[in-house]
């Protein structure tokens, strides 16, 4: 989120504008705890809350631009000096336990340490909270306080058991009146999925609750700081001073401020709730808000020790891990279920004394691969249907062809498609895989009914009176069950539905290619579009390929590709799928997407053809192909090289001299030994590195030695090292008419400046 999207200074925060209230630089802390920022390495005291004569006994003018012995004493100043020294992540180290001498006596405080970017300049945030619970506290003490928690957790095989036993045991740990496990959907809506709670209180479990609860900025904190207290929903905020930096001009960002005061408004919801304390832990997955562990306190405020939040974020990130592991089982296995239909739907698809149509419908049919009422299959010139198809098909199949997209979802067809709509007015939702030719293969689903559980409301906003007569608007008064009919919507279209179905239609492209009589045309067009549309642009480089057909047209499996990496660099490749036509035209485009995703992953040359050689052996096991992979630093001309049964690269040097470049060659993937080996080489400025296929120089009429000698002194330069590397005279030199090879030729060239 930018600056630019904040509340103006002094702005007040409603339901309508709170998504952009910055709640990360609030500019005050809750004040069961006294916050300071100091420099570094001096540790003067830049910023302090306000409360630090309450509970330190310590004026805010005692303690601002002075050491931070003053304010907590010099044995706790010098213990703080060891730690920063000793230990690089702060966050990792929380609590450091103190002494601090105030006018009642010593204060044992726990100390929570992190740094923040202010400016051009790092401050030390100190937080000090009277200390309670066990001492000392340590990670054995955490480890030990959740351990059979997560045995529990450990033994759990469905979701809701996890749920259960997070929610029962983080309410035995914490003595909270009521903890829930919340679990968002896709638009962030959350439902109460687990509950744990005092025996007088009334259920929350299975009711919903909007995105708007929970703005993006809120999110976004939520996967920073996986645990947030509020010990007093109504306490005085205790403002930082002074509220800006007088260098910078800017608050001091408290985002991963453990005091950090919390959103007004968000306080006033739980106040409406009749909650008196809170705290939250975050489930995440891979680093994304799934869900929250949400704990509420009626009696009045509530501290549990520093050492309990800790152990209660501790059993948080186990079961994220749990959830994450659990999910990803169920995914796996519904993959291979989808695999294993996929696999039979095709292999009857690709018989062509079937009519395909009837391929796709019969068992096992497109309803067995994606869960509808019913489904249409409109190839080959027939339509046939299965399952619960509507009139006013044709009307379906005519907008399916006309649109942009080659997979079409819809899951509420009356409002996103009204014209459609009235066609097929039983239909609610469309999953359909546009085909070449107008051809489609259709799912449909009728509206599903259901209700919704809201806790409250959700579409109500209360409207609280100011002083001076103006209004605000403020969060609902009422978390009572409100039922919401939902209607003219199907069942979502899942995730991993739509990606079978994704998957499904490249195949389907496949049979129909194999199914053509123009079948050398759509094999070339099928090759030609596997290959890049467009070559990268890099400064002091240059990039140009070429491929061409065999005599005759015939669709190898050539392929070339270049692509700019994360890091910086630049992957180019050439590659060779032993036979010709379609089939090894497909084998080419699964092997190239593999390759890059190994690329995009960050594997070097060698690891990216051990992963090929992989997916080639388990996925195409009568498949075999040549590769070779260069990842050029374009700042130095450096390159990690791996070579997989193809023609060694030619690397132009800067006098001009082409050079075979020496490297070693692993066997073909497919066939490879499994530890393919890794070179190095380097692209000298005003140089080039030339990557090509054996059909450039291995041909019936002349020798690879002689092929190789030809493309060097096409490439040679030592008559004029000045004279520029033009792909197409290489590809005029080497090129041989009446070739039964098609040919590929890549070549890269490095600026002499």
């Known amino acids: 989120m930018t600056e630019a999207t904040f509340l103006a200074p002094g702005e007040p925060v409603d339901l309508d504008n709170c998504a952009r209230e910055p709640i990360h630089v609030p500019g005050s802390v809750q004040p069961r705890g006294v916050l300071l920022a100091v420099s570094e390495p001096d540790l003067v005291v830049a910023h302090v809350s306000e409360n630090v004569a309450h509970l330190l006994g310590v004026a805010v003018e005692d303690a601002l631009g002075r050491p931070l012995d003053a304010t907590v004493g010099a044995r706790s100043a010098a213990a703080v000096r060891q730690h920063v020294a000793a230990w690089g992540s702060l966050r990792e180290r929380n609590p450091l336990q103190l002494l601090v001498p105030t006018p009642g006596g010593d204060l044992e405080v726990d100390a929570v340490l992190h740094r923040v970017v202010s400016g051009d300049t790092t401050l030390l945030v100190i937080e000090l909270e009277p200390a309670t619970g066990p001492r000392p506290f340590s990670f054995p003490n955490t480890y030990q306080a959740v351990r059979g928690v997560v045995e529990q957790l450990n033994r759990a095989h469905e979701l809701t058991e996890m749920y259960d036993i997070t929610a029962r045991e983080v309410r035995a740990l914490t003595g909270f009146d009521r903890v829930m496990v919340y679990r968002f959907d896709a638009e962030y809506n959350g439902e109460v999925v687990a509950e744990a709670r005092r025996d007088d209180l009334n259920a929350f479990l299975g009711l919903h609750y909007p995105a708007s609860d929970i703005p993006p900025q809120a999110r976004a904190l939520y996967e920073k700081n996986w645990v947030r207290l509020i010990s007093d929903v109504a306490y005085t905020p205790a403002r930082i001073v002074p509220g800006i930096d007088g260098r910078t001009g800017l608050p001091l960002d408290l985002t991963h401020a453990v005091l950090r005061s ?74 291979l279920a989808s695999a294993e239909v996929l696999g039979r739907l095709v292999e009857n698809a690709r018989d062509e004394d079937r009519p395909l149509a009837q391929a796709l419908l019969d068992p096992p049919s497109l309803l067995d691969l994606v869960p509808a009422d019913g489904a249409v299959a409109q190839v080959d010139g027939a339509v046939l249907t299965a399952g619960d198809v509507p009139r006013g098909v044709g009307a379906l199949l005519t907008w399916v062809a006309e649109q942009p997209d080659d997979v079409v979802v819809r899951t509420a067809l009356a409002d996103e498609e009204p014209d459609l709509a009235r066609h097929v007015p039983e239909v609610a939702g469309v999953l359909a895989l546009r085909l070449p030719d107008g051809q489609s293969a259709v799912w449909l689903r009728r509206e599903q009914v259901h209700h919704v559980d809201w806790g409250g409301d959700p579409h109500n906003k209360a409207i609280a009176r100011r002083e001076g007569g103006t209004v605000r608007l403020s969060p609902r008064l009422s978390f009572e069950l409100w039922r919401e009919t939902v209607r003219g919507r199907s069942a979502p279209w899942e995730d991993r539905h739509v990606r079978t179905a994704t998957e499904l239609r490249a195949r389907l492209l496949e049979v ?117 992979v260069a990842v050029v630093d374009p700042v130095t001309g450096d390159a990690d090289v791996a070579v997989a049964g193809h023609p060694r690269p030619v690397v132009l040097h800067a006098d001009g001299r082409a050079e075979l470049v020496q490297l070693p060659v692993d066997r073909p993937v497919g066939v490879g030994s499994g530890d393919p080996p890794a070179g190095r080489l380097h692209v000298p400025a005003g140089g080039a590195l030339v990557l090509y296929s054996d059909g450039l120089v291995d041909s019936r009429a002349t020798r690879l030695r002689d092929g190789l000698a030809r493309l060097r002194a096409a490439v040679d330069r030592t008559d004029d090292p000045a004279r520029p590397l033009r792909i197409d005279d290489v590809l005029d030199a080497c090129r041989e008419e009446g070739s039964v090879d098609d040919l590929t030729l890549l070549v890269l060239c490095r600026d002499a400046a």
């Not at 995009?600 to 060698?606: N, S, V």
């Not at 992963?611 to 080639?616: I, T």
């Open 512 to 628: 129909l290619v194999l199914r053509s009589r123009t079948r050398l045309r759509a094999a070339q067009t099928v090759q030609r579009s596997l290959l890049p549309a467009s070559l990268p642009v890099l400064d002091g480089w240059s990039v140009d390929a070429r491929y061409e057909p065999a005599a005759g047209g015939r669709v190898g499996g050539d392929w070339y590709d270049a692509l700019l990496l994360p890091d910086g660099r630049l992957a180019v490749v050439v590659g060779d799928v032993a036979g010709h036509g379609l089939e090894a035209a497909a084998a080419m485009g699964q092997l190239r997407n593999a390759l890059r995703a190994y690329l995009l992953r960050g594997d070097g040359p060698a690891q990216v053809l051990r992963g090929l050689d992989h997916v080639a052996r388990w996925t195409m096991p009568f498949e075999m192909a040549t590769v070779v």
């Open 262 to 335: 919390v959103s007004p408004i968000h306080c006033e919801y739980l106040g409406n709730m009749g909650v008196a304390a809170s705290m939250s832990i975050s489930l995440l997955r891979d680093g994304r808000l799934w869900g929250l562990i949400a704990c509420h306190h009626y009696a009045g405020p509530f501290e549990p020790p520093y050492g309990v939040r800790a152990a209660a974020e501790f059993l948080g990130s186990t079961l994220s891990l749990r959830l994450v592991a659990r999910v990803e089982e169920d995914e796996l296995a519904d993959r």
